[in-house]
Structure formats: structure tokens, C-alpha cells
């Protein structure tokens, strides 16, 4: 098979903040694998947490093995690519590509191919990007007015306790609010803030400080339930429970058939689940509501961001804060338009 990829940046609708970050625009790796006939299936590695040419080169890596190959032993071919090119985000794009291709080659989704019996509706959170009060205040009544049921806002961040109070001022009663930290506290800082916000009323704090022992710690002082997301892909910590939940991201877990496995261990080790997107493309998101429908998530999904793009087609809305998996064989139809 052929491998092909061309570089996309893909521009934000306004600046993304995060304890770690200020993200204006997303860099990706465009993946077609080709196979002998001309049937091509898709994929992508973003560049958020990477640089570009890390991918490139994890990517270039996995060049001569796909020459060898004709696409139909998937399993093994991404594990010669992970040992070849070894980045998850790289073997990600790989993954997702073959799962495309094995999809359009039997006429067939990737929910189907992986056994469900129904195309997947994803329930999913809004993503409030604002860091200031006011805009974080109106894209939470947005949420509210198109019908989701959860939010999540990023803290660790100055003003965390008037952003947030905006948020449930706007969102009212009955959303979910959801904390993402990004690891930027430490252990005491985490459960003093946590305490402090407990009455605004929060569904759970995704990684309040950095490193699965520092998060058991804080999990084990506040009555917030806590996740892992970062720490979750530190060995082994998928398999012991340390707090309430994981996110799993397929670009974080080295693609489709990597992230099923991790959730039926971290399942097994007692963990309430949820999927989120690394400011994925619409193949990213696609491969993730098609993962879904074998990772059962417990919770809602944060796979709601394609809207916090600018410039691109409007691929995979949410609608009342649900999201539906595209129609057609593989990953969908219409999904690449997004990349040119
Ligand atoms: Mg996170």
C-alpha cells in the first residue's frame, strides 16, 4: 500500500485556552492509505501536544512497512508500525486509515466491523473555550439553548472560581459541569480549589494536578470525582483504579482498536468512562464515535469541538447535545472535504 499525507492547519474560531496553552489554530497530518486497487482509506495525527515533524518522521517510518503490506492484516501491521515509527498520534492516523479502508472494502461502517448492532448516537459536552468570565458566561448559555446537558471548562487558570460561577449563572441548575485542569495544580492546591468550587456544583475534574499518585491523592480528598486524562496513558495506571474516571483519546491511545482495549481494562479495573477529542479533525472525531460503540462510555463525550473551528465545512454538528456517526462505509462519507 501507498501512503500519502499532506499538512493541514486548520484555524480556531478564537483563541482555546488551557492551563498548558493558548491554542489558536490546530496542525495536523492529512493519511491516505492506498492500496493496489486504488481504494483508499483516511486518517489523521494532530499536532497539539507534538511537534509536526515528530509525526512526520513516526509517519515516514511506517513508509516501507505498508509497502509490504495489502492492508488486510490490520492488527499485526499496526503493531510493525507502532515498533517503526513509534507515536501514538502517528499510529493513530495509521489505525484509523486501515479501519477506513477494511470498511469500504466489505461495503460496511466501523461501528459494524467492530460488532454493534445499531449506528452510535454519542451523547457529548459542549467546550467552553473563553477564559474570561463574559464569553465563557455566553458560550455557556449557547449550550444550554442548543440542548447539551454537560459543559466542560478548563481551570488552573487566573479567575477560575468567577469563570466557572459564570458558567453555572448561564448554564443553570441542571447542567453537568465539567473541570479540566491539564495537570496545572499541585496536590494541596487541587483539593483547596476543588473545595472551594464543590458548591457551584461540579460533575468531575479532569487531571487536577500532573501524575497518577498526585490525582489519587486528590481524589481521595475531595468529595469532586476526579479523572484521569494525561496520566491515563502512564503504564499500567489503566488497570488500578486511582480515582472515579478515565478519557480516553484515540490519538493519546495509538487509534481505534488501542483506545477499545484500554477501556475494556480500565472497565475492568472499575473506572467510569468517557472519550474526548485533541482538537481532532472530523476523521479523528469519526474514528472516536465509532470506537464508542465498543468502549460504552459511562459519560458524556468531548467530541463536541469540530464547532470551535473556523473556515472548514460543518461536518458531525451535535444536536441536542448529541452526536451521530456519519453515513456510508468505513469511517463515513464526506468527512476529507473538511482537510482541503
Ligand atoms: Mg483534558
Known sequence: MRLDTSFVEARLRAPFFTARQRVDAVRLLYVRVVDAAGRAGHGEAVALDVELHVLRDALEACRPVLAESDGTDREQLIGACAQ??????????????????????????????????????????????????GRASSEAAAARETGFRCVKVKVGLPGDADRVAAVRAAAGPEMAIRLDANGAWSVGEAVSTLHSLEPLGVELCEEPTSGSDGIARV???????????????????????????????????????????????????????????????????????????????????????LSLFTGRPEVLPARQGRIRVPDGPGLGLGLSDWYE
Do not use: F, Q
Request: hydrophobic share 50%.
Open 219 to 305: 481524589s481521595a480528598g475531595t468529595s469532586i470525582p476526579v479523572a484521569l486524562d494525561e496520566s491515563a496513558s502512564e503504564p499500567g495506571v489503566v488497570d488500578r483504579r486511582v480515582c472515579d474516571a478515565v478519557c480516553l483519546k484515540i490519538a493519546r491511545w495509538g487509534g481505534i482498536s488501542a483506545l477499545v482495549e484500554a477501556a475494556s481494562r480500565a472497565r475492568a479495573a472499575g473506572y467510569r468512562l468517557y472519550l474526548a477529542s485533541m482538537l481532532d479533525g472530523p476523521l479523528g472525531i469519526a474514528a472516536a464515535l465509532h470506537a464508542a460503540t465498543a468502549a460504552r462510555p459511562d459519560l458524556p463525550c468531548g467530541l463536541a469541538t
Open 84 to 133: 517503526a515509527g513509534p507515536h501514538p498520534a502517528a499510529a493513530s492516523a495509521i489505525d484509523m486509515a486501515l479501519w477506513d479502508l477494511a470498511g469500504r472494502r466489505a461495503g460496511e461502517p466501523v461501528w459494524r466491523l467492530l460488532g454493534a448492532a445499531d449506528a452510535p448516537v454519542v451523547e457529548v459536552n459542549a467546550t467552553i473555550a473563553a477564559a474570561d468570565p
